[in-house]
């Protein structure tokens, strides 16, 4: 079995952004489902909002996920038989959280409220990715893992977006895991890692 990941560590502060670059295969989805308790780990040390995932059972790390995780995913993952609006309400719901404002803020700033009553499938790829953003958001997660949120947008487009996420990161103080390929994308956060050969280093403006 091939090693993926190997000394790496990672450590992200409440309301901190951070993006994570690398090539394509290198681990950065594998890292990311880790970081959600979505994948079984071999070896290593996670804990999210204070819980430690070691000896967690899947029980507790589905109620972690729920509580405290919001996740946009690569292939964003949304729930094809419901409408644009009950997919922005349902993690919110899931968490016990649901705030109507607020996911209607989301949607009003995210510019996906003329769609609220449209299915999945007949949405743009681009118009996806803002869903899954509103989604991860309505439920107020204490950490976002965003799997190249802007992937599916042109460049002023992903700019945009990724300045919305950013302000509503902020405001809600909310920890954010950005894996993206854009250096533009990238520069808008905290802090920029690479991972490459297992290992995650720290970008620093010498380095581009
Ligand atoms: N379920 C799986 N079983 C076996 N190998 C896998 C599985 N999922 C991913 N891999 C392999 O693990 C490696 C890392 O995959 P991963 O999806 O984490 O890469 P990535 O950095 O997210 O790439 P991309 O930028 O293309 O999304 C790849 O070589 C991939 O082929
Ligand atoms: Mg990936």
Redesign the pocket.
């Known amino acids: 079995m ?1 090693r ?1 990941l190997s000394e790496l560590a990672l450590e992200l502060a409440q309301g901190e952004c951070i993006a994570l670059m ?10 990311l ?1 880790l970081i959600a308790g979505l994948e079984p780990m071999q070896q290593g040390k996670i804990q999210v909002a204070g819980f430690s995932f070691n000896g967690a059972s899947e029980a507790q790390l589905s109620k972690l996920r729920k509580q405290h995780l919001g996740i946009i995913f ?1 292939q964003f993952n949304l729930l094809s038989s419901l409408t644009v609006r009950d997919n922005i309400e349902f993690s919110a719901r899931l968490a016990n959280r649901f705030d109507a404002n607020l996911c209607l803020r989301l949607a009003t700033e995210l510019g996906i409220k003329p769609l609220f009553d449209r299915l999945p499938a007949t949405l743009s790829g681009g118009e996806m990715q803002r869903v899954a953003i509103a989604r991860a958001l309505a439920a107020r997660p204490k950490l976002l893992l965003a ?2 949120p802007t992937g599916d947008l042109d460049d002023n487009n992903s700019i945009k977006v990724v300045t919305q996420l950013l302000r509503l990161a902020n405001f809600q103080q909310v920890g954010l895991l950005l ?1 993206t ?1 854009s250096k533009r994308v990238a520069r808008r956060m905290d802090k920029i890692y690479r ?1 490459s050969e297992g290992k995650l280093t720290l970008l620093t403006d010498e380095s581009d």
Request: hydrophobic share 20%; proline share 0%; glycine share 16%.
């Open positions: 091939r993926l690398g090539d394509s295969g290198c681990g950065k989805t594998t890292l489902n690569q799997d190249e894996v390929h991972l």
